[in-house]
């Protein structure tokens, strides 16, 4: 086990996991934030350095979060950091169009990165949180159907950078189109893949868990299929440093909107399924 300093050192093995200790510990309110926060490499145990939250510890063992607890406003910021910094893009000035923002935290994440402007979209209403509300830099778009997005309703002819989408309950599929005219020629968009949400019902198990790897690569290549489809071109994919609820593995995508349309053949499917698959389960 590593600790901070990059020396091994040990620490003395428990019988709990280190998400709920923290929970019962009080220092966060869900087992959630903690792996968020285990995660991003800022909790330690007796000085030493955890990076996997089913670490077993002794439930009265020292804890420390180091860092900012609450960098972004939820753990989302967290999945598009690992994507931002993955996929080498630096958004600083960009103008952001923020699909399912929901609480924020991809709109937050957005915003510490440099972003000048973010519109957060989202089908819902009231979950922005209140400082992002009350921020200057940000659209705040509820109520609103992102299927059917335009210029005129995020008030503007000009075209963004970029755009990031998370959404629940929708193939992302679906909300790629609009894009394809609301981004500049050399736009991108940053999109997690929900397979959970793309598989049909007869794949998706107990829980809205999906718990195949081949239903797993098959739905990576039909979204890469349907991008390129509509004009974007598949620059990357990376399985999401955070799993969804009830343990759902994800995907981070990054496409552009730069023609012609390139056929990326360097993407390994079934080698990044692999890599999502052999990382530790944090529930």
């Known amino acids: 086990m590593a600790s901070s300093n990059g020396k091994s050192q040990k620490i ?19 087992r959630s934030k903690a ?9 330690f145990v007796n000085g030493v350095k955890i990076t996997k939250a089913g670490t077993l510890v002794n439930g009265d063992a020292k804890i420390e979060v180091q860092g900012s607890a609450h960098r972004y406003v ?22 952001i169009i923020d699909i399912g923002a929901s ?5 937050d994440c957005w915003l510490q990165h440099g972003a000048s402007h973010v519109w957060a979209v989202d089908v819902g209403y009231g979950q922005l949180d209140w400082k992002l509300r009350n921020d200057d830099r940000v659209t705040v778009l ?6 059917w997005l335009s210029a005129e309703m995020l008030g503007t002819r000009d075209l963004a950078d970029a755009a990031s989408i998370d959404a629940s309950f929708i193939s992302m599929e679906l909300l790629l ?26 794949h998706v198990g107990k829980h809205g868990v999906v718990r195949d790897r081949q239903v797993h690569v098959d ?12 004009g974007f071109s598949v620059m990357g994919l990376t399985p999401s440093p955070i799993r969804g609820p009830e343990g759902n593995i994800e995907f981070l995508s990054l496409l552009s909107n730069r023609q012609p349309v390139t056929t990326t053949h360097s993407i390994d499917i079934i080698q990044v399924v692999d890599q999502a698959w052999d990382r530790e389960e944090p529930h």
């Open 219 to 230: 739905v990576l290549r039909r979204f890469m299929a349907y991008a390129q489809k509509l």
């Open 103 to 107: 609480t924020g935290g991809f709109t």
């Open 12 to 30: 003395d093995q428990g019988n709990q996991r280190l998400d709920r200790v923290m929970v019962d510990q009080g220092l966060v309110p869900t």
């Open 142 to 147: 509820e109520k609103t159907n992102a299927r």
């Open 74 to 95: 939820s753990r989302g910021g967290l999945k598009l950091e690992a994507g931002l910094k993955h996929f080498g893009l630096d958004p600083q000035g960009w103008r």
């Open 177 to 202: 189109s609009p894009l394809r005219t609301l981004l500049k020629e050399e736009g991108w968009v940053i999109g997690l893949v929900k397979p959970q949400f793309e598989a049909g019902p007869e």
């Open 35 to 43: 792996q968020a926060l285990v995660m991003a490499g800022q909790v």
